[in-house]
């Protein structure tokens, strides 16, 4: 009798604790957590904001000077407002003339819409041959 009395007792299915496995899962989550937090980059950009003032420049010119604004339209022509149609050699001839005359000034390729995108990049790196960081893209 006492064999069929043991033999019961095993059939039963032993009884398995999760809580200690919870406690270890949850304690790797953590630690993953936290280590990528750590080692994410937050990139930042550090600029000066205006202080209190009058709301005039600094400089001794108070007017600011028009920019250049070469155009670029669909048939691939160079045009600038002051001249018309011109082609590269005259641009740069332009864009130097320009900013020996304005030392503060701006250069801006306003091209149209539909002009490919090669043009442009194109167009605006011959530009920044000339002149350099002064030389932007207008958006529309």
Known sequence: MRFRAQQQRNNSMPEINLVPMMDVIMTILTFFIILTMTMSNFQSVDIRLPGRGDGKS???????????????????????????????????????????????????????????????????????????????????
Not at 71 to 85: C, K, M, P
Not at 102 to 127: C, R, T
Request: proline share 5%.
């Open 58 to 140: 600094a400089g001794t010119n108070n007017t600011p000077t028009k920019p250049l604004i070469i155009g670029l339209d669909v048939r691939g022509q160079i045009r600038s407002r002051e001249i018309g149609a011109i082609d590269r050699a005259q641009m740069t001839q332009q864009i130097q003339a320009y900013l020996q005359q304005n030392p503060e000034g701006v250069v801006v390729l306003n091209a149209d819409k539909d002009v490919p995108y090669a043009q442009v990049v194109q167009l605006l790196s011959a530009m920044r041959d000339v002149g350099g960081g002064r030389v932007s893209l207008a958006i529309q």
